[in-house]
């Protein structure tokens, strides 16, 4: 859709050229009006797109948390994966609260995935796998990055 609004500018540029070099003045002031009208209203589509209400903000915050134990749990050594698997659990049921509380988007979708993978992982498995751990961090990252919510996947160790 980008490519197409980029085209569409593009010829209506084009256009105003080939208006101005035959000197039909009322014909380039149509096309310039015309031009601008699309570039307003992409700019406030795009803008809508990325506008999250109060909601969605909440829930993505809680699934960035959840997120970011989990790389971290895939992360840490023996001697620190009890507590994290504890802090884990705890921010994945605060996860599922606010799911429950949210009307259906796709951040739901996302997180309902997410949290069901994650729970599936540390059920099912004793030595929790890498592999498997990454990937659902990654598929909610992925959902979260199109939707235009700016995800690291650095893990920040507390300076202690």
């Given at each position: 859709s980008q490519r197409i609004m980029?085209?569409?500018?593009?010829n209506l540029?084009?256009?105003r050229k080939c208006a101005k070099e035959k000197g039909d003045d009322a014909m380039v002031k149509?096309?310039?009006?015309?031009?601008l009208d699309l570039k307003h209203?992409?700019?406030r589509l795009s803008r809508e797109?990325?506008?999250y209400p109060q909601s969605d903000v909440t829930l993505q915050n809680r699934a960035l948390d959840c997120r970011c134990l989990a790389r971290k749990l895939a992360l840490a050594g023996e001697s620190n994966k009890g507590s994290l698997a504890k802090d884990l659990r705890i921010s994945l049921t605060a996860l599922d609260k606010e799911i429950q509380n949210h009307p259906t988007s796709p951040l739901k979708i996302a997180a309902i995935h997410f949290s069901s993978s994650i729970?599936?992982?540390?059920?099912?498995?004793?030595?929790?796998?890498k592999a498997m751990m990454f990937q659902a961090c990654d598929d909610l990252r992925d959902?979260?990055?199109a939707h235009g919510?700016?995800?690291s996947d650095a893990v920040l160790h507390n300076a202690k």
């Open positions: 980029q085209a569409r500018l593009t540029i084009w256009l149509q096309i310039t009006v015309e031009r209203s992409n700019k797109v990325h506008r729970q599936e992982i540390m059920s099912d498995y004793q030595d929790i796998p959902v979260m990055r919510v700016e995800v």
